[in-house]
C-alpha cells in the first residue's frame, strides 16, 4: 500500500481495485473487498495533515525505503536459492532434513554451526552441552538448582528453537514429549528447550550411524508415556 501511496494525498486517490490489487498482491486471499473497503474510508477520511513539502519530502522518504526493502527481499531469495544448492550437495544434509522441524535454511545454519568433523563431539551430551540446550547444575552447601545454560552459542540455540516449535506439528513423539513436560509443570519455554535438547541427541545419533530420522525409533522408550 506505501508503495502505492507514498503519501495522503495518494492514498486518499486510491481506488477500490487498487487497493484489493495491492493486498492480492501481498499475499492475502481472504475479506479482501471487506478490507478494501476499510482501508479506503481511513485514507479518505479527515486527520491532521503536514504542509505540502513536509508531506511530499516524506513521501519520497517512503518510496526510495520501500525500493531498498524490495531490492533486499530480492537479494534475500538469491542469497536461500544459493544456500539451498550448496546445502543440499553435502553428504550430512539428508540426514539434517529427515529430521522433523528442519527445512533448508535452518538445517544450514545448525549444521555451520555444529561444523561436520565427525569427531568434533564424543558424546551426545557434549554436542548438548556446546548448543545449550542441556540443562547446567548449580550447587552450594545445601542448595541445588537446575538451571538453563546462559552461555551458550546462540545463533544455534535460536535454530534449535525454532526447530523443536516446528517439530510439535509434525512429530507426534515430540508432541508427546512435549506435553509431558508440561503437564509435570514446565513452562512453555523450558519444556521447548528441553525438547530441542531430546533432538540433538536425535541428530548426534544419527549423525554418528549415518541414518536418517525415524519417528518410531525416536520415541520407542516414549510409547508407555504416550499410552
Known amino acids: 500500500m506505501l508503495h502505492r501511496a507514498p503519501t495522503p494525498e495518494h492514498g486518499a486517490r486510491l481506488s477500490l481495485s487498487k487497493i484489493a490489487a495491492a493486498l492480492k498482491a501481498g499475499g492475502r486471499s481472504r475479506y479482501i473487498e471487506e478490507r478494501s473497503q476499510q482501508i479506503q474510508a481511513a485514507l479518505r477520511a479527515e486527520h491532521l495533515r503536514a504542509p505540502q513539502a513536509v508531506s511530499a519530502a516524506y ?3 517512503t518510496s526510495a525505503t520501500i525500493a531498498m526493502i524490495i531490492e533486499l527481499t530480492h537479494q534475500i531469495s ?3 536459492t544459493e544456500l539451498a ?9 539428508d540426514i539434517y532434513l529427515s529430521l522433523p522441524g528442519i527445512g533448508v535454511i535452518l538445517g544450514a545454519r545448525v549444521l555451520g554451526e555444529f561444523g561436520d568433523d565427525p569427531n568434533r563431539f564424543t558424546d551426545a551430551k557434549c554436542r548438548k552441552n556446546y548448543a545449550g540446550t542441556s ?12 538451571m538453563a545454560r546462559h552461555v551458550r552459542n546462540q545463533r544455534l540455540y535460536d535454530a534449535l528453537d525454532r526447530i523443536a516449535f516446528a517439530a ?12 509431558h513436560h ?20 536425535i541428530l548426534h545419533g544419527c549423525l554418528r550411524h549415518h541414518t536418517l530420522y ?12 504416550a499410552a
Open 85 to 93: 544448492q550448496h546445502f543440499r550437495k553435502h553428504p550430512d544434509a
Open 168 to 179: 510439535l506439528k509434525i512429530s507426534p513423539g515430540a508432541r508427546t514429549f512435549y506435553d
Open 78 to 80: 538469491a542469497l536461500e
Open 214 to 225: 525415524n519417528e518410531a525409533t525416536a520415541w520407542a522408550h516414549r510409547t508407555p508415556l
Open 59 to 61: 513521501g519520497t522518504a
Open 182 to 201: 508440561r503437564a509435570a509443570g514446565d513452562t512453555h519455554h523450558q519444556a521447548l528447550r528441553t525438547l530441542a535438547n531430546r533432538l540433538v541427541g
Open 135 to 146: 540443562p547446567v547444575t548449580v550447587a552450594s552447601g545445601r542448595k541445588r538448582a537446575v
